[in-house]
């Protein structure tokens, strides 16, 4: 990239960190980094998957939570996914998004987004294999993989204690209000629809935090923290569905519930290490 792109880059990113939303919860003292999301859209699916798929990528102080242990404790859609699929009480949870933002960046320094770029990340829920640790603030989740499709941007994340691999991820607006998303990478092809429709719900005061650990298959060792606020939601359409074909772990997953579009919300993050 010239000198004029990284300068546009640089001075986009840094205008819009000061946009971010005064009510993003304050991130425990300590980051090495700082990860800067302002103006989210992005399409979102729930997969149930077989932890035997990726076992390599789960490290030892981590357990993936299964679905029976969700249905045990209480929860609607997992004791109904349950009975469907009892031969599935051991798999995991978890969900793949494709993002793309108003604004991006990690120590000041933004992708170099392509036409419909996007981010496109499967995450997993996780607890302590050990109950009595003590991981920190923030739900737990495994980065199964984080593709973005900037190879030189991909080699900084890493540099910085980020987890993501290059992948030509994409999500653009349609003109009736639907949404696509795509994604090519070895082993591995997405196609994802949504057509927001109904209520939105959430808002200005919803926040979160959450804490992803890269998978024991990469050479990271530090956590990410990231706090959010604004999030917005509104279901999709059930109609098409996603596919996802190749040889890739994912494409044995299953659908938990019809995907979402969220949006609106603001994100803070940093790299900590492990505590």
Request: aromatic share 10%.
């Amino acid at each position: 990239m010239n000198r004029r792109l990284l300068l546009v880059a640089l001075l986009s990113s840094s205008l819009h960190a000061a946009d971010l939303s005064p009510s993003v919860p304050a991130l425990p003292d300590g980051a090495r980094t700082e990860w800067l999301v302002a103006g989210a859209e992005e399409i979102v699916l729930y997969l149930a998957f077989d932890p035997e798929t990726v076992r390599e990528r789960l490290p030892s102080h981590l357990r993936f939570i299964t679905i029976a242990e969700l249905a045990s404790g209480g929860v609607g859609w997992a004791k109904g996914f349950l009975a469907e699929h009892p031969a599935k009480a051991s798999w995991g949870v978890s969900f793949l998004e494709f993002v793309r933002a108003r604004s991006f960046s990690i120590d000041g320094r933004a992708p170099v987004w392509p036409a419909q770029g996007a981010l496109v990340l499967w995450f997993a829920r996780v607890a302590p294999s050990d109950p009595a640790a003590d991981l920190g603030p923030g739900r737990p989740l495994l980065a199964l993989d984080l593709w973005l499709p900037d190879r030189a941007y991909v080699s900084y994340m890493n540099s910085k204690g980020y987890y993501a691999s290059y992948g030509a991820g994409r999500l653009s607006p349609g003109a009736q209000g639907q949404w696509s998303g795509s994604l090519t990478v070895d082993g591995l092809t997405i196609s994802a629809e949504c057509t927001p429709v109904g209520p939105v719900t959430g808002g200005p005061g919803s926040a979160g935090m959450q804490t992803i650990f890269p998978p024991a298959s990469s050479a990271l060792t530090d956590l990410v923290r990231i706090a959010f606020a604004g999030h917005r939601e509104q279901a999709c359409e059930t109609a098409p569905a996603w596919t996802l074909r190749g040889s890739h772990p994912l494409t044995s997953a299953v659908a938990l519930e019809a995907p979402t579009f969220q949006f609106g919300y603001d994100l803070r993050g940093g790299t900590y290490s492990h505590p």
